[in-house]
Structure formats: structure tokens, C-alpha cells
């Protein structure tokens, strides 16, 4: 009487044991390159207010931005309803940086950015303002607001300052419902005369 074997029962452990490792592959390709997390803080802007001035001037001015409830962002307020001064920028004094090694780096920029997160419908006022006159030569200025979703350039203005305290109105914008200029004007208003700094 002949027997009849099997070998049915080793090629199924064989195979359990190849998908053991594919497993433990794949579990250790998961550990090594972790799924890349997205930032729990959202970061969002809907519009840019930027103010530059010559790179290598000691004068200091200042952006001031008055939205459509009456919210004030300057220097002395940095923070107020949908709007945020992301620097306060003194003109040369404060572009040195220190580097690790110890070294310093100066970085020729004088800009001041006030970011919009969100607008209510209506008229925003965009004020510049000498806080300090230490060179000799006029200020050459440039201001321009952009909306960020979608990209688009609301306006660019370019203007020379003279004087210490000098402060001008740059635009009065009127912003829609849809975050676009509805109307325009340069009806001048004092911001640093009415603030305590």
C-alpha cells in the first residue's frame, strides 16, 4: 500500500511567514519617513500692506491703518480686530543680526508689512508717518496693497518724504463684499495726533 504525502501544509507556512515580513516591511518603511504632518496652526493672510523705503536710510517711518470699524494698527498698537504689524522697522538701526558664530550680518531692508487676515466691507485708511528724520536726503517711499486670494495688486503709490512728523494719507480704500476696491481717495486723516506714543 502506497502513501500519498502532502506538502500543502509547509508551502502554507511559507507563505505566512512572507507576508510576515512584507508586513514587518512595510511597518518599517511607515517609521523610518513618518507621513508628513500639515501645521496645526493655519496660517492665512487675505491682504499685504507694504511700506519700503530707501534700504540704507537711518529715517524711521511708520505704516498706520485704520479699517472699517475704526481698529488702529501702528507701531504703538500692533494688533487690532483682522489686522496685524508683523515688524516695526527703525530703518538701519535694527538691521544688524546676530549669527550663531557671533558674527554680525547687516541686511540692507526697511519695510513695514501690515497683513489683513479678513476685511469687513468698507473704508480702510492707509496713513504713512516720519517718526525720525536722520539723514539729509528725502524719503523715497513706496506703498502698495495687495489681495492675496486671488493674487491681484490693488495699488502701488510712490512719494517722497521730507520732514520729521511729516504724515500723509497714501489712500482711502473702500473695500466690497468681495474684498475688491469699490472706490478710492487721498482725503487726508491725522492718525498720530489723536494716539499717545
Known amino acids: 500500500m502506497r502513501k500519498y504525502s502532502s506538502n500543502l501544509a509547509f508551502v502554507d507556512f511559507l507563505f505566512i511567514l512572507l507576508l510576515a515580513f512584507i508586513s514587518m516591511f512595510i511597518l ?3 517609521l523610518i519617513n513618518p507621513i508628513t504632518k500639515k501645521s496645526e496652526v493655519e496660517r492665512k493672510a487675505e491682504f499685504l500692506i507694504t511700506l519700503e523705503w530707501s534700504e540704507k536710510s537711518d529715517d ?3 505704516l498706520w491703518v485704520e479699517d ?3 481698529n488702529i494698527v501702528s507701531f504703538t498698537n500692533t494688533t487690532a480686530g483682522l489686522m496685524h504689524l508683523d515688524k ?3 530703518g538701519t538701526s535694527n538691521d544688524t543680526i546676530s ?3 557671533g558674527t554680525e550680518q547687516i541686511i540692507y ?3 513695514e508689512v501690515i497683513a489683513l487676515r479678513g476685511w469687513v466691507e468698507g473704508e480702510y485708511i492707509i496713513n504713512t508717518h516720519v517718526y525720525s528724520k536722520r539723514g539729509p536726503n528725502p524719503i523715497k517711499v513706496k506703498v ?3 489681495k492675496l486670494n486671488p493674487y491681484k495688486i490693488l495699488f502701488k503709490e510712490n512719494f517722497i518724504l521730507r520732514k520729521r512728523g511729516e504724515e500723509i494719507t497714501v489712500r482711502r480704500v473702500t473695500l466690497n463684499k468681495d474684498g475688491y476696491i ?3 481717495n487721498k482725503l487726508q486723516k491725522s492718525f498720530v495726533n489723536i494716539s499717545a506714543y
Do not use: K
Open 68 to 70: 472699517s470699524l475704526g
Open 109 to 111: 531692508l526697511n519695510r
Open 28 to 30: 518599517a518603511l511607515i
Open 99 to 101: 549669527l550663531p558664530d
Open 60 to 62: 524711521d517711518v511708520d
Open 88 to 90: 516695526d522697522d527703525l
Open 144 to 146: 502698495e496693497m495687495l
Open 182 to 184: 469699490a472706490s478710492t
